[in-house]
């Protein structure tokens, strides 16, 4: 087993290891719960390379695309398990806590490679040194987790951390992609670019609708999770 798919593999378990910590948390540690975080797990798998296949035409995996096929798919199962109660927040942490340990995993694999530059931190990777883009992501994953963990604190409406979750990942993703490796789709801008700008205005507009007073609902669970 190479390195990088032992730093894959604990990006995964880091990231479940999150999710249920913060099931627990919010008194959420049920089994309609548990089967939502596999469907998020094999969804996002799934349409990771599945999203890098049909986009970048080449083997790997898109965080980006298994956010987009694990949402869906957490949908879906909710629907048909009738769990009406929002869970995005286990989610954003499970996403962040994950990302911050498996970038590593990209770093030691040799993907998602950032472009020449002369700076002092500069990694030598495909015959140049070039930005480390692969800490970057990670550094910055390990940021916004903080962040997430310290507004979990206050009292904010349910999927209030999902969506600053989204926020601040799209925006830190549009801005290391500055230095990564990657051909530009329209406008010097590359497609990840204009999927985080996508995402900045979906989270911006659902977060408009958490103006209501912070309520807190997680000391009584309903009882269809």
Excluded at 89 to 94: C, M, S
Aim: charged residues 15%.
């Amino acid at each position: 087993m190479t390195l990088s798919a032992i730093c894959y593999g604990a990006g995964y378990l880091t990231g479940l290891t999150a999710f249920w910590w913060m099931a627990c948390r919010r008194r959420l540690a049920t089994q309609g719960v548990l089967l939502l975080m596999l469907a998020g797990l094999i969804g996002g798998l799934a349409s990771a390379n599945l999203a890098q296949r049909l986009v970048a035409g080449t083997e790997g995996k898109t965080v980006l695309g298994a956010v987009a096929g694990g949402w869906l798919c957490v949908a879906l199962c909710k629907r048909g398990l009738g769990i009406r109660r929002p869970l995005g927040d286990l989610f954003a942490v499970a996403l962040s806590a994950g990302e911050a340990v498996g970038r590593w995993g990209c770093f030691f694999g040799g993907c998602c490679y950032g472009r020449p530059t002369g700076v002092p931190w500069a990694i030598w990777q495909h015959g140049a040194w070039r930005h480390p883009t692969q800490v970057y992501l990670s550094l910055a994953a390990l940021a916004i987790l903080i962040a997430l963990v310290r507004t979990e604190r206050r009292s904010l409406p349910e999927n209030g951390l999902f969506y600053l979750q989204g926020l601040l990942y799209c925006a830190a993703r549009f801005l290391i992609e500055c230095w990564r490796e990657s051909p530009p789709l329209a406008l010097s801008l590359s497609a990840a670019q204009w999927a985080c700008l996508a995402g900045l205005g979906f989270f911006a507009w659902k977060a408009q609708g958490l103006k209501q007073p912070a309520r807190r609902l997680a000391a009584q669970p309903e009882r269809s999770l």
